[in-house]
Nanobody, 125 residues
Framework: QVELVESGGGLVQPGGSLRLSCAAS????????MGWYRQAPGKERELVAT???????NYADSVKGRFTISRDSAKNTVYLQMNSLKPEDTAVYYC???????????????????WGQGTQVTVST
């Protein structure tokens, strides 16, 4: 009933910038927390940043001061602006969203956490 679609990944040189987007669609009533995670080869998936429905944010220490998470609640979209990128930022980036959705009747509501398909970010010369 709900789908998250990411975009904006790619290849960038060290020190460069990228902006990731993740749009949620489907039978959405509301979206609670949204976030970005990443997984590098041979490593576990780790939190990058989260943002609440009240726009409070939280960042991993490794990206503080370089990455900015934001959201457009009217568009059900979360963004990740990544500046001063480093080779160690290379990973597949995943968005997730804690979504309240309906099935059948608008008043038959459910809640689940959904993930995007992932987008590759490569920081290299």
């Amino acid at each position: 009933q709900v789908e998250l679609v990411e975009s904006g990944g790619g290849l960038v040189q060290p020190g460069g910038s990228l902006r990731l987007s993740c749009a949620a669609s489907g039978s959405i009533v509301s979206i609670n927390d949204m976030g970005w995670y990443r997984q590098a080869p041979g490593k576990e998936r780790e939190l990058v940043a989260t943002i609440t429905s009240g726009y409070s944010t939280n960042y991993a220490d490794s990206v503080k001061g370089r990455f900015t998470i934001s959201r457009d609640s009217a568009k059900n979209t979360v963004y990740l602006q990544m500046n001063s990128l480093k080779p160690e930022d290379t990973a597949v980036y995943y968005c997730n969203a804690d979504v309240t959705y309906y099935r059948g009747s608008f008043y038959s509501r459910y809640r689940n956490v959904y993930w995007g398909q992932g987008t590759q970010v490569t920081v290299s010369t």
